[in-house]
């Protein structure tokens, strides 16, 4: 049996925490209590099921990948459709959830940051949906690189606030939207879209985003009456592997999550957290990271605007340090030839971020027998990627 | 009555405090040593020295500008804490106080830490996202090591305020408003209802920092608190003197930041 995580303390083994101003204190203890009368009580949690299923869509499907399965020759491989979720990732669990709870808690207005554009999405949708003020801290850089999801954000009626310092990605624009909560903490809800981020974040993200695995157990017996051999999911902040994997948690299946090697892990340029990183703090958790000698925070990189982010998910440090889930390392390359085959086989243009989890499984696929099974959870939709696979796969002609 | 304030015996005083903020290695370690001792002259009774963070969460823009800037000359923890004994050949009397975010401690190691601390002589910690219950560990080897473990109480920590209060040493740190520091027109009516709370609780002496950015505020909050703790003004002040000292013109541009600083404290 294993333990309950996260403590008292908000952590996962050693990891996790509250690594926080002052002045989030209180705020977080508020949410913490909140968030626990919330999920005790069988109201809240019927409304929240009710609106994944009547407006996110939800169950999202388990397809048998039969093409790649027979293109591959090896492992049956099996997709988990969080690309078919409203506005085409994972990300919309969590942002229900968290905006319910934001309802619950008398907010008015919310705040948010995101890297792909993903999340900033499913929170300026939801706060369209209950009537709640919205702003997402986006970094420069990938307002470039997502500019039809910076588009839709705005059409959604969000106040999307570019951020300048570092790269301008992910990790500034979390800095500052977590700034801007330190004095705004009054009337803001700070809706964080991965399971990082000071204890309750962590829990509460993976609880909403658990939906996932919980369908995917239930779904799988259906089809194939055992569990999976393996499950793949890409990580970067960790959201879906963390909500895809805890069901499992006490499963005999073997758990993998894919980081992004961006160029390679032996360059500078890669988001490979746990492969290369060593545990610090970052966004008020104690976690692994990426930093130099010094503790100063270094800056990622990954053609994927959703997975270059310094650090990971405390869960996942603590599931990487008792070795429950093993994490590999998948680069650019890898995962962009992954979606290409994807798509042609199935149909299905995924984003590159779960094209990342795609090309591991796709190397172990081949190696394994026809009577074993691999579930990969396809994150998102690749939508909002097509400038970045149009500059890619033209330039390769 | 306070009593648990002493510095080292470097602080005799437990009113009236004016403890200013500065970024070591900005614009230049040198330079950095100058400043502390025109801000001795200045007045100050403690010097916190600030640690340039790629990721500072509690700083606004004023402060992460002089960060961005000491981490192009490689400024580390470490770096910082070795100009102390030059700060002192060079005539700095006052005490120090490390301002650090938690991480590049972490990497250090406590013991390393704490041991920099003792053989370069700096008198104080303050970590200002490691809140009251991470930091029980460092609290315990700061006591024992006699360094002055800083602590911040905010406007809406509520209940935490007793307990805080009650575990400070050196003086206690109220941070004026919610937000991230920065330079501030007014201050509210409500900060010195504050004050009053957290100096009902405090044994040591209570500074108030956030936001204090002219000689009108630094003169409220001396009637209310028992020190004033001035970061990003002070870092302004610098930024005002940088072209100058790159055309050469160093002792005229301390001057007038000692000038300045003595307007603003007077």
């Known amino acids: 049996m294993l333990q309950v995580f996260p403590d008292v303390k908000g952590r996962f083994g050693d990891f996790g925490g509250k690594y926080v101003p002052e002045t989030l204190m209180g705020p977080l203890q508020e949410l913490e209590e909140e968030l ?182 239930q779904q799988f017996l259906e089809v194939e009456a055992e569990l999976p051999d393996r499950i793949y999911a890409c990580v970067g902040g960790g959201s879906n592997a963390m909500g895809m994997f805890y069901p499992f948690l006490e499963d005999a299946s073997e758990l993998i999550g894919v980081e992004a090697a961006g160029k390679g892990i032996e360059t500078s340029e890669h988001a490979a957290t746990l492969t290369k990183g060593n545990p610090g703090v970052i966004h008020g958790s104690l976690t692994y990271l990426m930093q130099d000698k010094n503790g100063q925070i270094t800056e990622p990189y990954s053609i994927s605007a959703g997975l270059d982010y310094p650090g990971i998910g405390p869960e996942h440090a603590h599931l990487f340090q008792t070795k429950r889930v093993r994490y590999e390392s998948i680069t650019d390359k890898e995962a962009l030839d992954a979606l290409k085959l994807l798509t042609e086989q199935e149909g299905i243009i995924p984003a590159i971020e779960s094209a990342h989890a795609l090309a591991q499984a796709f190397k172990e696929a081949v190696e394994m027998s026809s009577d074993q099974t691999i579930l990969i959870n396809l994150s998102g939709r690749g939508d909002k990627d097509m400038a970045t696979l149009m500059q890619h796969f033209q330039e390769e002609e | 009555m306070l009593t648990k304030t002493s510095f080292k015996g470097k602080l005799t005083k437990t009113e009236d405090l004016f403890i200013p903020f500065i970024v070591a290695g900005d614009p230049t370690p040198e330079l950095t040593i100058e400043f502390a001792l025109r801000l001795q002259e200045a007045g100050a009774d403690v010097l916190e020295l600030g640690i340039p963070y790629s990721d500072p969460l509690a700083d606004g823009p004023t402060i992460q500008r002089a960060a961005k800037r000491a981490l192009k000359n490689e400024m580390s923890l470490t770096k910082a804490i070795e100009l102390v004994p030059e700060m002192r050949q060079a005539g700095l009397e006052i005490p120090v106080v490390i301002f650090t975010y938690y991480n590049p401690v972490l990497q250090l190691g406590y013991d390393r830490f704490f041991e920099l601390l003792d053989e370069n002589g700096a008198e104080g910690v303050l970590i200002p996202d490691l809140p009251f219950e991470e930091s029980e560990e460092i609290r315990k080897l700061a006591s024992e090591r006699d360094v002055e473990f800083i602590s911040l109480v905010a406007p809406n920590s509520d209940k935490r305020i007793k307990q805080i209060a009650e575990h400070a040493n050196g003086f206690l740190y109220c941070v004026s408003t919610l937000g991230v520091t920065g330079e501030r027109n007014e201050m509210s009516a409500d900060v010195l209802t504050f004050i009053k709370k957290v100096k009902e609780h405090s044994s040591v002496p209570v500074a108030v920092g956030f936001g204090i950015s002219t000689n009108e505020h630094v003169n409220l909050v001396r009637e209310h608190a028992d020190g004033v703790i001035i970061g990003s003004k002070i870092i302004r002040l610098i930024e005002d003197e940088i072209e100058a000292f790159k055309d050469g013109e160093e002792a005229d541009a301390l001057e007038r930041f000692n000038k300045s600083v003595r307007e603003l404290v007077k």
């Open chain 1, 36 to 217: 626990n009368k919330a999920m005790d009580d069988p109201d809240f949690l019927q409304e929240y099921h009710d609106v994944l299923k009547e407006y996110a869509g939800r169950p999202t499907s388990l397809s048998f990948a039969d093409k790649m399965t027979e293109h591959l020759g090896g492992a049956k491989i099996y997709l988990k459709r969080e690309d078919l979720n409203h506005t085409g990732a994972h990300k919309m669990n969590n942002a229900i959830g968290q905006a319910l709870l934001a309802k619950r808690m008398g907010k008015k207005r919310i705040l948010a940051e995101t890297g792909a554009g993903q999340h900033g999405v499913a929170a300026a949708t939801v706060a369209a949906k209950f009537g709640l003020e919205c702003q997402v801290f986006m970094g420069e850089e990938d307002i470039r690189r997502q500019e039809l999801n910076v588009f839709r954000m705005k059409l959604l009626g969000a106040k999307v606030t570019p951020v300048s310092s570092g790269n301008g990605t992910l990790k500034d624009a979390t800095n500052e939207a977590i700034r801007y909560w330190v004095a705004n903490c009054e009337d803001h809800f700070y809706l964080i879209g991965s399971v990082v981020g000071p204890h309750p974040y962590p829990k509460m993200v993976r609880d909403f985003q658990r939906v996932i695995g919980d369908e995917s157990k």
